[in-house]
């Protein structure tokens, strides 16, 4: 089956500077990648996907990345906010693309 | 946010006694799912369903079981909880159109078992 793995597991920056998370998967068949956020207390939330015809996307602050040859996925986010602070987690779907593989989570803290 | 709530949202119980968890959609999405949450290990999925009374096996099935009655509810049961199925469980819901769709998944507001 699919096997995620997501880094770095906590990762600290200023506000104002950028945070990067990384994803590598197992199955070339995936086709569908999808970030979550949580916030303390709340279920995840998505904040940003990409299917693997497109090698990258972005919506305002974020942005996702995907290279398929190196099966490897990234989440980016410029200009960080304290209410960026939250935990992020990756996901891939399986081959049938009826279930999501996700990633054991990176818990990003936004120093004011 | 999508409708859908889970109920008890906290539950403390005995090793050896039985438990429902209760996934409720006002959605009307085909699939829904249960994962448990660990520190470290992300979401794993424990089981999901993609119809009503049609159900499978996740990746952590083993001591779980679920049944689905009615497209709306998606009901977990421990038939004698153990002390390693203290968790958090997020129930999920997806209307997945099939192969190249995206299988964009909502999730619940969790429940917070522990097993003594």
């Known amino acids: 089956g699919e096997n995620v793995e997501q880094h770095p597991s906590t990762l600290s920056v200023q506000e104002g500077d950028s945070a990067v998370i990384k994803c590598t998967y197992s199955?070339?068949?995936?086709?569908?990648f999808p970030w979550y956020k949580q916030e303390l207390g709340k279920g995840p939330q998505l904040i940003i996907d990409i299917r693997s015809n497109v090698g990258e996307k972005k919506d305002q602050r974020i942005a996702v990345t995907l290279n398929k040859t190196a099966k490897h996925f990234s989440l980016h986010i410029t200009e960080t906010q304290p209410e960026d602070s939250a935990v992020y987690f990756c996901?891939?779907?399986?081959?049938?693309?009826?279930?999501?593989?996700f990633g054991g989570g990176t818990r990003l803290m936004v120093k004011p | 946010d999508a409708g859908i709530t889970q109920s008890p949202r906290h539950k403390v119980t005995e090793t050896g006694t039985p438990v429902t968890l209760r996934c409720h959609q006002t959605?009307?999405?085909?699939?829904m799912y249960w994962y448990r949450q660990d520190p470290g290990h992300g979401l794993r999925l424990i089981h999901y369903s993609y119809g009503v009374k049609d159900t499978d096996k996740g990746e952590v099935s083993d001591g779980y079981s679920v049944s689905r009655s009615k497209t709306e509810d998606f009901l977990l049961t421990l038939e004698s909880a153990t002390s390693s199925q203290t968790s958090v469980y997020f129930c999920?819901?997806?209307?997945?159109?099939?192969?190249?769709?995206?299988?964009?998944?909502?999730f619940g507001p969790g429940t917070r078992l522990t097993v003594l």
């Open positions: 199955d070339s068949a995936s086709n569908y």
């Open positions: 959605e009307n999405h085909r699939y």
């Open positions: 996901a891939a779907d399986n081959n049938a693309g009826n279930m999501l593989t």
């Open positions: 999920a819901i997806s209307e997945w159109t099939g192969t190249g769709g995206r299988n964009e998944q909502f």
